[in-house]
DNA sequence: AGTTATTGAG
DNA sequence: CTCAATA
């Protein structure tokens, strides 16, 4: 660990072999995850439908020609016996993929998720390590090697990523053992080479590409869309310019490239092209926001709105409780009818909101919360659309964004409390579904019918904050005997059974109990007490900007902000009524009650990593 | 500096 | 459709 691999200090920034890295895809995950919920299925042909679509199928399905992403009645006259399994909860899904990731995170701390069925683990610490303390020879290639091995590179990449592919051999088969995944692996010494190889072997096998296959893979790969980063508006822009190939993308001069997509996106590309990839792997933590939309043909009311937004606040309030963070902001988004632009023609307005409307009110349950929020969301709606005038909207979305870590401490009892008394209020709203849809491994054809019932969809809590295990110094063989006790019984236990959608769930996957505040012992009442009172003072402190600027555009003016004309430090150490009453009253445009003070900036510019110390310590 | 729009990936 | 990263 003393070694430094400091690449912002290479010139060769992104062509440099010095990383190794490992890009997992798991093969036809949702038809994986349901024939391990349903061995039987196993030897059938199995399609996994999502609305009238085959959104994937197993490898037994492939053999007479199903494809994913198949209209489903064409799957089934291609293959009569395809048997089709619902996959519009996602749920088991995220619990596997969760489970994947925290697997993979013994090898590396870093470990970034892309979607529910791909990591890319970046596991250079492993192979130095394993470098030094092994000092058997051989040094051979587990799998696939792609493309040419004659000529070699003296940069010592070469024993990097044979162990690196015996490292992705391991994770590979830990994978199949304690999770009952199979997957597909791909080695290289970037990001883009690791996920583009990753898919010349499959199912179920890996590759290892070296320097000298660089070329190799990327000319054959069939057109410029093929290069991640590259979707079909950049790839239009590139057909205008004449560019279809890889090849041509690698010949064109600079500048034409730059007169058509900018400096750095010129940049980025002509790299690509030749398989140059500084992208670093960033370990995916929880989502920078949390929100649902829906589609539809046609709104015009404005009650036909407002029951839409409460509908997916509804369910948005579950998402939160599960998430376990406090948002900062919401945001709606809408989409106008607009039948000369396909594409989403949408628009979206925000404003800031309290934190104590997420902070359980001690005997009074928070009963308003959700009128308070629902009012906000309609205030922003107006901000978009005059019902003065006639309207046609085709999708609403609400989304919470700017999140804060509840402050005390994770296994504590108020913040068990916390979700538990939250998960009642949002139960005793109205009884709620959980239900997703999601258009996964195929390019969005077309929703062509209506009503396309809102996804739910969120990024997995398999975040680096979590930290599972610090992982200390694993050597190989650390991971090559791998550390088998986990999972089986643990897996076997919370099996993904029939959860019923109805059903709601906690990410902790622990029972939501009654909590009479009464019956609790006086020394926890009075930890509650006390951390309710503590609370808002914190996390207004941490999440609430003052936003007083009343020319930027159409921000704030409304809606609940921590009052920007009193001293957040005074703010702060009022007792939560007074707080309340003082951001109502200022939200209620009463501003002259209020004391001018000076109003610092509490918000740190980047929200990155939100660790509560950084912020505190940021604020200065 | 903070919001909003666009793009891309799954 | 959800979410991140940019512009």
């Known amino acids: 660990m003393e070694d430094d691999f400091d690449h912002t200090l290479d010139s060769n920034y992104g062509s440099s072999h010095d990383k190794v890295i490992v890009h997992l895809d798991a093969d036809c995950f949702y038809a994986q995850v349901e024939m391990l919920k349903n061995p039987e299925l196993r030897t059938l042909p199995l399609g996994v439908q999502q609305k009238n679509l085959l959104v994937t199928c197993n490898y037994v399905a492939r053999q007479c020609g199903v494809k994913k992403c198949m209209l489903v009645s064409d799957a089934k006259r291609l293959c009569p016996s395809l048997i089709l399994v619902k996959g519009e909860d996602l749920y088991d899904y995220r619990q596997m993929s969760t489970k994947m990731t925290l697997l993979l995170q013994k090898f590396s701390p870093l470990v970034e998720k892309l979607g529910l069925d791909e990591n890319f683990v970046d596991v250079t610490q492993l192979v130095a390590e394993t470098l030094k303390s092994d000092f058997a020879g051989g040094r051979n290639v587990e799998g696939h090697v792609y493309g040419d091995t004659t000529s070699m590179c ?73 290069l991640p980063g590259i979707g079909h508006r950049t790839s239009e822009i590139l057909q205008s310019l004449g560019i279809s190939s890889i090849e041509q993308l690698q010949n064109i001069n600079l500048e034409p490239l730059e007169q058509a997509l900018g400096r750095t996106m010129a940049e980025r590309l002509k790299k690509l092209s030749v398989g140059a990839d500084d992208m670093v792997v960033k370990p995916s933590g929880k989502p920078q926001s949390i929100g649902l939309e829906d589609g539809f043909r046609k709104i015009t009311l404005e009650s036909e709105v407002k029951d839409k937004c409460e509908v997916l606040l509804q369910r948005l309030m579950i998402l939160l409780v599960e998430d376990g963070r406090i948002p900062g902001a919401i945001r709606v988004t ?99 579904s959980l239900h997703g849809v999601e258009a996964m491994e195929c390019s969005s054809s077309k929703n062509a019918g209506k009503q396309s019932g809102s996804t739910l969809n969120y990024a997995d809590k398999s975040g680096s904050e979590s930290e599972p295990e610090p992982s ?149």
């Open 154 to 226: 003296d940069c010592g990449c070469y024993e990097r990523l044979c162990v690196g592919s015996q490292i992705a051999s391991e994770m590979r088969k830990q994978l199949k053992e304690e999770l009952g995944v199979t997957c597909c692996a791909g080695v290289a010494y970037n990001k883009l080479l690791a996920k583009l190889v990753c898919s010349t072997h499959k199912p179920n096998q890996q590759t290892t590409l070296f320097p000298a296959g660089v070329s190799a893979l990327m000319l054959n790969l069939n057109n410029v869309r093929s």
């Open 334 to 432: 809408v989409r106008k009818y607009d039948n000369s632009s396909r594409y989403s023609h949408r628009e979206s307005r925000q404003c800031n909101i309290p934190s104590s409307l997420f902070l359980p009110k001690v005997g009074t349950l928070p009963s308003n919360a959700h009128d308070k929020l629902l009012t906000s969301i309609m205030k922003l709606f107006h901000k978009i659309i005059d019902i003065s005038k006639p309207f046609h909207l085709t999708l609403l979305g609400v989304a919470f964004t700017k999140f804060h870590e509840r402050n005390t401490g994770k296994g504590s009892i108020t913040s068990f409390l916390v979700k538990d008394i939250s998960v009642q209020s949002v139960m005793n709203f109205q009884n709620i």
């Open 472 to 620: 200390p110094k694993k050597t190989r063989a650390d991971f090559c005997r791998g550390s088998r006790k986990r999972s089986l019984t643990e897996s076997d236990k919370d099996s993904p059974n029939k959860h019923r959608s109805s059903e709601l769930r906690l990410s902790t996957g622990e029972p939501i109990n009654e909590v009479d505040f009464s019956k609790l012992s006086d020394g926890i009442q009075e930890e509650l007490m006390e951390s309710c009172m503590s609370l808002p003072s914190l996390t207004d402190k941490l999440g609430i900007s003052d936003n007083s600027s009343p020319n930027t555009s159409m921000s704030s003016e409304d809606n609940f902000q921590c009052p920007s004309n009193v001293d957040p430090t005074v703010f702060r150490e009022l007792p939560q009524e007074l707080q309340l009453e003082l951001m109502e009253s200022w939200q209620t445009k009463d501003r002259e009650t209020l004391k001018v003070a000076n109003s610092s900036k509490c918000l740190p510019g980047k929200p990155k990593q939100n660790s509560i110390l950084k912020y505190v310590i940021s604020k200065k």
